[in-house]
């Protein structure tokens, strides 16, 4: 409040300073256009309602003003009266009028005390102040008072008027002094209006100035509305800033205090951190030469010191993994192999006790060991492949590669395997550029096709899809006439696993071609999915471009 005050006098007698000096710079002009364009001007550059007025037009009436005039019915007689210009529903027919009025020329009577329904509207100041100067020039005699009480007959409008409502009204209050005080200047006057029951309250300039030889009263109308909305609104601004400043005084109390003693928190954390002997607490950065920056770097070299142990357990638990899957590795490979050495060490003992009694029977046990022998050649080479893409010293060889080239001759050298059996191979291949290893990426799509080969039926199809998006590419190989329960879905990508285990061992399926593909894809941060419906079995992956 003390500060609403403060600003609001400090506000009103700057912008007295300022429209005085605009009244000196317009009254010192050497000549004036166009009138009303100068008053556009000034009102524009004050902010205020002004209008220039010759004086001639005020000596008889207030024809020109845009004020109201009222019909007051009073003991049979009708008398009119000049009343402020307010909003229409202001003044309705049969309103209470009270009114102390003297009349001018024109038998319209000017208002010292106006009041309707019990609200002033205009009241006389009875102080000695007296703009003397003004009612002489503008003629007008309030010797003959008169007390006028009625009610509203007529109400009429001069909404033809040029002149500002406003300053019609300031006008009028000069002719009924309805205003505090007069302070004279150089230039003229200044006055603010009385704050009647309509609770508003103006500062009037007005001026007597020369145009073309001829005297015109210059009135400007600042209303205060406008100083105390400013008023107003530098006091929330100041309540905002007073809630900024102090937030930004307990963020930062709050930031300096925590920085202030974060080093003793450490200490003490760090202090029992290393009875228990961990050193996994992070580090804390601490711009000093004390005894505190000492003891960072102590806490930086703990923390160096974690960050190798880190690097230590995770290399660790890396080579736990690939042992304990080399182990499991190594023992599905012993198992697997006891059953095709087996066949043949018992078929060469036959042989060598003479057990056959026909040739026959000793030709169909050579080609039974021919046959074991190129299982176990072929598990070998698998188990070779596994053994490559596992080992450190593998030499990846990374190259452009177009994988529809690649998919056409995997498809022309396996094309005896599905012709033989009948099988349809539908290629819908689109131009695929990616940089692979190619020979990793030949092994995969390898033996996809040689699995799919294996489980379709004869005279069944096989549907190879191979697709490019602007991120990645996208392969899909689909065989017909068979399935794959849920159950078994998700363990065809185990070791030596096989869906059907007697069909699987007599066509030669060693268990490791989806083994080999699930860890090859691996490598390119991909995987390989399975599905299987509508008497089909899909399997699909996809290769970042970028991976």
């Given at each position: 409040m003390f500060q609403g005050i403060i600003f609001r006098t400090y506000y009103t007698r700057e912008k007295i300073n300022f429209i005085k000096d605009e009244i000196s710079e317009f009254v010192n002009q050497d000549e004036y256009d166009d009138i009303k364009i100068e008053e556009l001007v000034f009102s524009r550059n004050t902010s205020t309602?002004?209008?220039?007025?010759?004086?001639?037009?005020?000596?008889?009436?207030?024809?020109?003003?845009?004020?109201?005039?009222?019909?007051?019915?009073?003991?049979?007689?009708?008398?009119?009266?000049?009343?402020?210009?307010?909003?229409?529903?202001?003044?309705?027919?049969?309103?209470?009028?009270?009114?102390?009025?003297?009349?001018?020329?024109?038998?319209?009577?000017?208002?010292?005390?106006?009041?309707?329904?019990?609200?002033t509207l205009i009241r006389k100041n009875n102080s000695n102040?007296?703009?003397?100067?003004?009612?002489?020039?503008?003629?007008?005699?309030?010797?003959?008072?008169?007390?006028?009480?009625?009610?509203i007959s007529a109400v009429t409008y001069n909404d033809d008027s040029a002149v500002n409502s406003l300053v019609s009204n300031e006008i009028l209050n000069m002719y009924s002094k309805n205003y505090l005080s007069?302070?004279?200047?150089?230039?003229?006057?200044?006055?603010?209006?009385?704050?009647?029951?309509?609770?508003?309250?103006?500062?009037?300039?007005?001026?007597?100035?020369?145009?073309?030889?001829?005297?015109?009263?210059?009135?400007?109308?600042?209303?205060?509305?406008?100083?105390?909305?400013?008023?107003?609104?530098?006091g929330r601004a100041n309540v905002y800033m007073f809630v900024v400043v102090?937030?930004?005084?307990?963020?930062?109390?709050?930031?300096?205090?925590?920085?202030?003693?974060?080093?003793?928190?450490?200490?003490?954390?760090?202090?029992?951190?290393?009875?228990?002997?961990?050193?996994?607490?992070?580090?804390?950065?601490i711009d000093s030469s004390d005894e505190f920056s000492e003891l960072?770097?102590?806490?930086?070299?703990?923390?160096?010191?974690?960050?190798?142990?880190?690097?230590?357990?995770?290399?660790?638990?890396?080579?736990?993994?690939?042992?304990?899957?080399?182990?499991?590795?190594?023992?599905?490979?012993?198992?697997?192999?006891?059953?095709?050495?087996?066949?043949?060490?018992?078929?060469?003992?036959?042989?060598?006790?003479?057990?056959?009694?026909?040739?026959?029977?000793?030709?169909?046990?050579?080609?039974?060991?021919?046959e074991e022998v190129t299982k176990t050649k072929n598990m070998l080479n698998s188990m070779i492949t596994v053994y490559k893409l596992d080992s450190p010293d593998y030499k990846e060889q990374w190259a452009t590669a177009n994988l529809k080239d690649l998919v056409i001759d995997i498809s022309k050298s396996l094309s005896p395997l599905y012709i033989n059996s009948k099988i349809k191979v539908d290629l819908q291949l689109e131009d695929t550029l990616i940089v692979c290893d190619k020979d990793k990426m030949e092994t995969i799509i390898t033996n996809l096709f040689t699995n799919a080969i294996k489980y379709t039926p004869k005279s069944k199809s096989i549907i190879i899809l191979l697709t490019d998006t602007p991120t990645s590419i996208r392969f899909k190989i689909t065989n017909f006439g068979v399935s794959i329960n849920e159950e078994n879905q998700a363990k065809l990508f185990d070791a030596f696993y096989r869906v059907d285990k007697s069909r699987g061992r007599q066509e030669g399926s060693t268990g490791l071609g989806l083994y080999i593909v699930d860890q090859t894809l691996k490598q390119f941060?991909?995987?390989?999915?399975?599905?299987?419906?509508?008497?089909?079995?899909?399997?699909?992956?996809e290769i970042k471009k970028s991976f």
């Open positions: 309602f002004t209008s220039i007025i010759p004086l001639s037009t005020l000596q008889d009436n207030f024809e020109e003003l845009n004020i109201v005039v009222l019909d007051i019915t009073t003991n049979g007689n009708t008398i009119q009266i000049y009343a402020p210009s307010l909003s229409e529903d202001n003044y309705e027919i049969g309103q209470e009028v009270s009114s102390n009025a003297f009349v001018k020329a024109s038998d319209v009577y000017i208002p010292t005390y106006l009041s309707i329904e019990g609200k102040v007296s703009n003397a100067e003004l009612l002489d020039i503008i003629s007008v005699d309030e010797d003959n008072i008169i007390q006028i009480t009625g009610t007069i302070v004279s200047y150089e230039l003229g006057n200044y006055y603010f209006t009385s704050q009647t029951n309509d609770n508003s309250s103006s500062l009037v300039f007005y001026s007597i100035v020369e145009i073309n030889d001829e005297d015109h009263l210059l009135v400007s109308v600042y209303p205060m509305d406008y100083i105390d909305q400013i008023v107003i609104a530098a102090l937030l930004i005084l307990f963020v930062s109390a709050f930031i300096y205090s925590r920085e202030f003693s974060k080093p003793l928190i450490f200490i003490n954390k760090k202090t029992k951190d290393l009875s228990n002997l961990n050193f996994t607490s992070p580090i804390i950065d960072a770097n102590l806490q930086t070299t703990l923390y160096q010191l974690n960050e190798q142990n880190n690097q230590l357990s995770d290399t660790i638990a890396k080579e736990n993994k690939v042992e304990s899957t080399r182990r499991d590795f190594i023992q599905g490979m012993s198992h697997e192999l006891k059953t095709p050495l087996a066949v043949i060490q018992a078929s060469a003992e036959a042989i060598q006790k003479n057990i056959y009694d026909t040739q026959e029977d000793k030709d169909n046990a050579l080609v039974l060991i021919q941060n991909s995987k390989c999915m399975v599905s299987s419906k509508n008497n089909s079995v899909t399997f699909s992956f």
